[in-house]
């Protein structure tokens, strides 16, 4: 049981570093260099992260400098922001890259919280699955009498408690993360 219990914690707490992971990628008109982690150039036959081939600064709240180590992946560290599609329009001086990051506008405020909320309403139900799931081994091990009726209600209660506690925890760092995108 205990096992069963470790399994299903792990599951949990991953799907929640997923969810923490996909919050992180959204754009909250603050400066935030988690999206530079999926873009990658090809750098002398290999695609290689854009995050391993420079120094990435924020020097200020709304702005992003990309300074590449070796100046002739400027171009391609550009088009591949470019390609990305996140919003946000380089700027190359030759020397560094500055991405410039708007406002959000109310309305635009309001469509990212609604995809917070879907994101949030994802990773419950990634959760309730785990749970479902950890439920049905358990009815298993009691059928097969690997464990007693007692011994199912007792593990079955941890495992409520263990899904009540992830659900508590990712609605709060989905309320965190709204009240992050709505400040002004």
């Known amino acids: 049981m205990d096992d069963l219990m470790l399994d299903l914690e792990v599951k949990m707490e991953t799907a929640f570093d997923s969810l923490l992971k996909n919050f992180s990628r959204t754009r909250t008109g603050r400066a935030n260099t988690s999206f530079l982690d999926e873009i990658t150039i090809d750098y002398y036959g290999q695609q290689t992260p854009v995050k391993q081939l420079c ?96 011994d199912l209600k007792k593990v079955m209660k941890d495992i409520q408690e263990l899904t009540d506690k992830m659900i508590d925890k990712i609605s709060n760092a989905s309320e965190r993360k709204e009240a992050e995108i709505m400040e002004v």
């Open 55 to 150: 120094n990435i600064t924020i020097p200020e709240p709304r702005l992003v400098i990309i300074q590449p180590w070796d100046k002739t992946t400027l171009v391609n560290i550009e088009k591949a922001i470019l390609a990305s599609n996140i919003g946000v329009t380089p700027d190359n001086d030759g020397k560094v890259i500055r991405l410039p990051f708007q406002p959000l506008t109310e309305e635009t405020r309001k469509d990212i919280v609604k995809q917070i909320k879907r994101m949030t309403e994802e990773g419950k139900v990634e959760v309730r699955n785990i749970r479902r799931e950890g439920n049905e081994i358990a009815k298993k091990m009691e059928k097969n009498s690997e464990i007693t009726e007692d």
